[in-house]
């Protein structure tokens, strides 16, 4: 926030957010600045439809939560593909 060049490339080009908590700080601060969101993505949802992968730790992940990173990466990178691919989502 307040930054005027971080706040131009947001306004000026398609946004993905990643929140890692429900209050998806991220998803509102482009919303704030006039951005272009095209998708938000929440942690808590990508753990909620994942269950069985149990993550640990903040700084290191254990091997659960570096699938659950791999799982939430890949669904972005669909996310994107079908940006650079013209597809509404």
Same mark, same amino acid.
């Given at each position: #926030? $307040?930054?005027?060049?971080?706040?131009? #490339?947001?306004? +000026?080009? !398609? *946004?993905?957010?990643?929140?890692? *908590?429900? =209050?998806? *700080?991220?998803?509102?601060?482009?919303?704030a600045s006039n951005?272009? !969101?095209?998708? =938000?993505?929440?942690?808590?949802?990508?753990?909620?439809?994942?269950?069985?992968?149990?993550? /640990? $730790?903040?700084? /290191?992940?254990? =091997? +659960? $939560?570096?699938?659950?990173?791999?799982? !939430?990466?890949? /669904?972005?990178?669909?996310?994107?593909?079908?940006?650079?691919?013209?597809?509404?989502?």
């Amino acid at each position: #926030m $307040g930054d005027q060049e971080t706040l131009k #490339m947001v306004r +000026e080009n !398609l *946004c993905l957010t990643i929140d890692g *908590c429900p =209050s998806k *700080c991220a998803q509102k601060n482009v919303e704030a600045s006039n951005g272009r !969101l095209v998708k =938000s993505f929440a942690v808590t949802d990508t753990l909620r439809n994942n269950r069985n992968l149990k993550p /640990e $730790g903040i700084i /290191e992940l254990n =091997s +659960e $939560g570096l699938k659950l990173a791999n799982v !939430l990466a890949k /669904e972005v990178a669909k996310t994107v593909d079908k940006i650079k691919g013209g597809k509404s989502l």
